[in-house]
């Protein structure tokens, strides 16, 4: 989906800047060019980062996964020696 027609920028790339450490809009701006031309897409931008960084805020950490992968495999092992 592209967000910026200007710059012809997707909502990939925004994601893409975000996950590269881009954290304002601003910031998002300026490493992809998305905003830079007419400005009509800055409001978009503004919703998608938002939402994108409160995606990323609600994942459970690294350690968190590990953990549950961790618990699910003891979990399966306990199941297949009980069968
Ligand atoms: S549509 Fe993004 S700067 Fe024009």
Excluded: W
Aim: charged share 15%; net charge negative; hydrophobic share 40%.
């Amino acid at each position: 989906m592209i967000v910026c027609q200007c710059k012809a920028i997707s909502a990939s790339t925004v994601y893409d800047a975000v996950d590269t450490g881009a954290s304002s809009l601003g910031q998002v701006c300026r490493s992809t060019g998305a905003g830079t031309d007419c400005g009509c897409c800055v409001f978009a931008l503004k919703d998608l980062v938002c939402d994108y960084q409160n995606r990323l805020a609600h994942l459970p950490s690294a350690g968190l996964v590990l953990l549950l992968e961790a618990n699910n495999e003891a979990g399966f092992s306990a199941s297949r020696r009980a069968s």
